[in-house]
């Protein structure tokens, strides 16, 4: 059953859990580095080997990390919460459990608003966020695949081992319909946005910063009791993200249909087919034995640093869309594409630099993205804003035209200097000889007689045909409004 | 038995000080004391000869050259092979880590090395501290200085073996459930299992984390009140290590008295089940205290009936996840699979089979049941419970009295093979009398009075929690009744030593 079928039949019933790396400086429980890439097992202490007689001492900045991020989604902050351990052997997990919070996380109930491409906007209820510590990662040596299956031997590297990691669960999110893969992958990307305003991750996903376990389940109706659902693990692109629920609900429907039942199991996603694979079965059985840590103290985040937290958060991304479409007054469409494009933190500067927002936009959408994309660059990488914002006041003061400008923005990207230098070092400011100007409106005329026909007759768009001569006459520099009103003055119009 | 190991450590501290011997030839009389017992005792799983008189040796420098010192350095001390030595094999008493060398070092050792006292060596425990007779380790049993046919008590059993054989003039043991305190009464020796929080655990291989604690063992009061001066203190890598500032003990053992102090017995530990020989001594001792002034009560501790049973889901609870990193993945013994294959399971599976005894598979197992889903709340969940309201007994008890006393275990020291040893659960009933300070994080200590059978009875003081210095007011004075009574229960053994 295809996907569009599948979204008529049945009402889609999306779970989210994001694991989001933080930028601490060190380890969530010990004071090795928590840095990506160095050797393998350099970053790493007696605890984070799960060494005998090693002990966790929580990561303070850690703790700050995951108060923000459960403030920033409208979560409430624990009075009192606690780590607990996760049990289950695994050679990544160095002392055979994880270090995790159970039925009592920092951060619960809360939400996020998510906008999807034409603007609408979706909320998606948060269940829970809370802290827990990453694994190391194994090498499987010798298969064919790189997979355990197949296999020599496998080679652990503990230095993500301790990673503080702060876990996001959502509620199940209903009454998205049709339109459940694209909120899915909206929401992650959401996310994303907050990790970056409230600088507490890179939050690369390619870097696996931030990772996605994707939960579906499929219903007769939105009145239906929740059906079985299947939870398709590190899913780690946005677009992957939208695919595997997209997979998943046609996967899962094709079952239905044909009166088999969905198994309860964990599935990965494969990049290259864009389909999942069972893994292995979820139930009951899986029994992680949680308790609390005994090694840590319950943790009480006093009112007073949580209050001067939240007072502290930055604007987050939808707040700041909210109030620059205001203050803007561009179109949602525009406002879309500038946020797609990742330039509203740029055009923000600009306008701050003195730049108009139409004009900020123009050249950032416009000049600026088509050079960087020669370049496979971002636009950012090319230009700053202040050097946009001068160029836009070289154009408001008369001094370049548009493609004058597009020359300069050619120079500066070229490292030639600032706009200002750029045009002088070109020799591209607008002419200000109006002899010169006044002989080329004047050839124009003569030779287009039947042009000023028709401006006398009233025509005035009529005057765009005398431009291209007067422009190719003084090689561009001509300033198009002075031109114009030299013609309409010997004209006598 | 030369003159040098049948002095205290604080008189051994007296004659370095005053130039009367050196610290190599105090660490040299113990380590040919050793050597000339250890067949007997076993004491030690390893022996650290060479660092001993290296540390010797320059702290007999270091006070030559006038340096200032702490007032143990130089005396000799052993430690439970349950404390990480870097570069010294730490076994825990394991098959497991028989070969572990590691590469880090622990707070404790640190504190020992900084005071510059020559570590002996690491003495013999069950495995993991799993155990009350030492039978339980990979190494051999440890034999009681007393009569080598007896148990020493457990798991501390080579720590208070080494101070009772005069191997050693101090011993650092660890107490989970009486793991100090039950030694030292059947050797006849001090253990002291200081409030939870007291001492560092950075660096004690774990076995139940809420409840293990670092004890000071000595052969007398005043030298356990010396050592564990040395040993508590804040250490910022034990999340559970506590702010106090510590001191005071030894001079609150030398200087208290028992006149005025109101000494509560606790009624659920002095009546059924203890050996009559047990009983006498301990009421013997009550009148000699009373004598000495101390005002002697009554106290009522209902919920004490069940700590035993809320023990036995949590101890092994915690112990069944602090264990699980022994997996033969990064340390330790790996062993491969005899037959099928060798995967990361199968290596875990061997390597779990092969490198832990009995007593610590049984506890796993316990351990990993009650935190089973489903069983949970009815067996972790209520033994939390019961783990408060032991708390809130104490806490009524202690405003009624300053210091509760028991007899420290119902039996002297068992024979090795009898048929107690040998039946798990009346080994654990041996706890009962122990067991209640660690689930309530309180501290207490036991002192030899006098002898049953020819075997030492220990007698149990606790005191509220932080309030250590409460358990030196009490059995410093005490202590002094006891031995112008009836003599030093340890002269009595070093008479028959020394007849040997």
Known sequence: MKYEDAIKKYDPVIGIEVHVELGTATKMFDAAPNTFGGGPNTNVTPTSLGLPGSLPVVNEKGVEYAIKIGLALGCEIAETCRFARKNYFYPDVPKDFQTSQSDEPIAAEGQVEVELEDGTIVTVPVERAHMEEDAGKNTHVGGATGRIQGADHSLVDYNRAGVPLVEIVTHPITGTGERAAEVAAAYVRTLRDIFRALDVSEARMEQGNVRADVNVSLRESPEAPLGTRTETKNVNSFRSIERAVRFEIARQATLLEAGEKVVQETRHFHEETGETSSGRPKSDADDYRYFPEPDLVPLQPSREWVEELRASLPELPAQKRRRLLGEWKFSDLEMRDIVNAGLLEAIEDTVTAGAKPAAARKWWTGEVARLANQDDKHPTEIVTPAQVAGLVDLINEGKLNDKLAKDVLTGVVAGEGEPAEVMKARDLEIVEDTGALEAAVEEAIASNPDVVEKIKGGKMQAIGALMGPIMKATRGQADAGKAKDLILAKLGV | ?500
């Open chain 2, 1 to 500: 038995m030369t003159e040098l190991t049948n002095k205290s450590a604080l008189e051994l501290a007296a004659g370095l000080n005053s130039g009367e011997f050196s610290s190599v030839d105090v660490t040299q009389a113990h380590l040919d004391r050793i050597s000339a017992t250890e067949d007997d005792f076993n004491s030690f799983i390893t022996v650290t000869d060479e660092l001993a008189l290296e540390t010797a040796k320059a702290v007999d420098a270091k006070r030559s050259a006038g340096e200032d010192l702490h007032a143990l350095a130089g005396v000799p001390v052993a430690l439970k092979d349950l404390v990480v030595t870097e570069g010294t094999r730490t076994t825990a008493g394991s098959k497991m880590l028989e070969n572990w060398v590691p590469p880090y070092e622990s707070t404790v050792h640190n504190k020992v090395k900084a005071a510059g006292l020559p570590v002996l060596g690491k003495t013999n425990l069950d495995e993991f501290a799993m155990g009350s007779t030492t039978e339980h380790s990979a190494f051999g049993n440890t034999r009681n200085p007393w009569n080598l046919d007896h148990v020493p008590g457990g798991s501390s059993g080579g720590a208070a073996a080494a101070l009772a054989g005069f191997q050693a003039p101090l011993s650092v043991g660890t107490d989970t459930g009486g793991s100090v305190r039950q030694p030292a009464a059947f050797t006849g020796t001090v253990g002291v299992k200081p409030t939870y929080g007291s001492i560092s655990r950075f660096g004690i291989i774990a076995m139940a984390s809420s409840l293990d604690q670092v004890g000071p063992m000595g052969r007398n009061v005043a030298d356990a009140a010396a050592l564990h001066e040395l040993l508590a203190g804040h250490d910022p890598l034990d999340s559970t290590s506590l702010p106090d500032e510590v001191g005071g003990f030894l001079s609150a053992a030398q200087t208290s008295e028992l006149k005025g102090k109101k000494l509560g017995v606790i009624k659920q530990l002095a009546g059924e089940g203890y050996q009559d020989g047990v009983r006498t001594a301990f009421t013997a001792a009550l009148e000699t205290a009373a004598a000495a002034g101390a005002e002697i009560v009554e106290v009522d501790c209902p919920s004490i009936s069940y700590a035993l049973d809320a023990y036995y889901l949590i101890m092994p609870s915690e112990v069944s996840s602090n264990l699980a990193r022994y997996d033969g993945m990064r340390y330790g013994l790996r062993v491969e699979p005899e037959s099928g294959p060798v995967t990361a399971e199968t290596v875990m599976s061997a390597t779990r089979a092969a490198g832990f005894g009995d007593e610590v598979k049984r506890r796993i197992i316990l351990g990993t049941y009650a935190l089973s889903a489903g069983y949970y709340d009815a067996y972790y969940g209520s033994a939390q419970k019961i783990r408060t309201l032991v708390q809130n007994d104490f806490a009524k008890a202690f405003a009624a009295c300053d210091v509760l006393v028991s007899p420290t275990t119902p039996t002297t020291a068992l024979k090795f093979g009898a048929e107690k040893a040998a039946d798990p659960m009346a080994l654990y009933l041996g706890d009962v009398a122990t067991i209640p300070a660690n689930l309530a994080g309180i501290p207490g200590l036991s002192l030899p009075a006098g002898l049953a059978d020819g075997l030492p009875v220990g007698f149990q003081i606790l005191a509220p929690a932080r309030e250590d210095i409460k358990l030196y007011e009490v059995a410093g004075p005490l202590e002094a009744a006891l031995e112008s009574a009836g003599g030093r229960v340890l002269d009595t053994l070093a008479e028959g030593l020394n007849a040997k």
